[in-house]
């Protein structure tokens, strides 16, 4: 089967970089984990910025290093999007697309219009650097990285140098990156509403070393997730719209085995969208009463464990097809006699819409 496979190991003082991944060939896999953890020492492993003795890169069965082969980096079929925009500040907007494009054959080139439509920056073209916020520079360097058709794009954290405003000017065009283009992503983030929001599948790093990887949802999960999510700890369902309630501005959100009422975003009946329920937005009942949550669902206790905090609880429980984390107190576990098997009714305080 074709993947990515990066098997690097790269040593500094006081630092090792030890992975031997398989990457998916399709989708976006986000490369998630705090500060040093070497997020982005293998991103530029794998671009060839920093060469691994001995090591081994290949996506979709083409070697770009091993023991007797070393692709130089401007010959490796990739886009590079780092957390500056990086723009040739001398060059329009247009400049700036067209430069990387001498490079490469007019055969591999993508449309560079095809870019600018994904992007929405028609209007920047003739604009130079310094006359653009911080959104519209990074979006010119996505687009700028697409243009050269690569075989694997790479994002370091390309959100973080932006204010919250400007990030979420810029999601959706990632969102319609990750919709309509069939380029694999390595996306290094260490914020979890992004990779909730983009990602497909899931590596956690810490100290050079790869603690867990996995599709997003399953990683997600796990309650032996073997880092610090704090108030982040929530599954992602994927759905699709299928009624909208416009007296009360809600809309519901179907998947199989059960259904979420979500606050009316503005999506079409029959779009897809993949929702987020955070652990301590779910509570869990044995039986049904009055209550102003009107998310109520019928579930079964699929596995408990530890929370962070020595008095908490992490209940993990399914929903038909979808799993559901609840954040508890384990005296309040005690007190339901909460088992693995034990049916209960699952109530969801808020679901958020990941769009």
Known sequence: MENIHACLRLEWPGFCLDVDLHLPLRGVTALFGPSGSGKTTLLRCIAGLERAPQGRVTVGGEIWQDAHHWVPTHKRPLGYVFQEASLFTHLTVLGNLN???RRIS???RISVEHSIELLGISRLLNRKPDRLSGGERQRVA???ALAVNPRLLLMDEPLAALDLKRKQEILPYLDRLHDELKIPVLYVSHAPDE???LADHLVVMETGRVLIDGPLAETLARLDLPIHLGEDIGTIIETTVSAVDKEWHLMRVDFPGGHLWARDSGVSVGHKVRVRVLARDVSLADHLGHSSIQNVLSGIVDA???DEHPGLALVRVKVGVAMLVARLTKRAAF???LRVGKEVWVQVKSVALLE
Do not use: F, Q
């Open 335 to 337: 007190s339901l006699e």
């Open 99 to 101: 430069y990387g494009l």
């Open 195 to 197: 990779v909730a929001r």
């Open 106 to 108: 007019t055969a591999a």
């Open 304 to 306: 408990i464990g530890d």
């Open 142 to 144: 996505i687009a700028r």
